[in-house]
């Protein structure tokens, strides 16, 4: 069953550590910062509407899957919802991101869903939920990190 985390919530105030190492474990293997982690944590805990958490729980309490996305107006009355983080422990688990992604549509005045992924993963939310590659961000990494420019700013 899907569950949105309010902090409000005595629950979820009682995993709160768990739901946090959760989340921070994930941006760090998609090379995000703490500081990321904290701040959409901050966000939560002072229910701002822009940041949202789904999670899936199994019958210990134990979080199974997470979907942290947020809500950005592009336009007057006009919303992309951006999936920051989708994990599913679960291999065989073909509900959750799809309950997410009804959950996002049926926000009002949701136009589109963006979300980044790896190159392995694109693939399947291609085929299995519908996405369409909009825009490509590429990366180049700097081999020769310790020169130093003299940069005036």
């Not at 822009?50 to 009355?77: R, Y």
């Not at 992604?101 to 049926?106: A, G, I, P, R, T």
């Not at 369409?132 to 020169?147: A, C, E, F, P």
Request: proline share 2%.
């Amino acid at each position: 069953m899907l569950y949105k985390v309010d902090f409000s919530q005595e629950l979820w105030r009682l995993i709160y550590a768990q739901l946090y190492q959760r989340l921070l474990n994930f941006a760090l293997e998609c090379g995000d910062t703490e500081n990321l982690v904290k701040s959409r944590f901050v966000s939560l805990v002072a229910n701002d509407p822009s940041v949202n958490l789904l999670v899936e729980v199994d019958e210990n309490g134990n979080v199974t899957s997470h979907c942290l996305f947020l809500l950005q107006q592009i336009q007057p009355e006009v919303y992309v919802v951006f999936c920051e983080q989708i994990l599913v422990d679960l291999k065989h688990n073909e509900t959750f991101v799809k309950d997410c992604l009804s959950y996002v549509e049926n926000i009002p005045q949701v136009a589109r869903i963006s979300m980044f992924t790896d190159e392995k993963k694109y693939k399947a939310f291609k085929k299995k939920y519908e996405f369409t590659i909009d825009k490509v961000l590429m990366k180049r990494v700097i081999k020769n990190k310790d020169s130093t420019l003299d940069i005036e700013e």
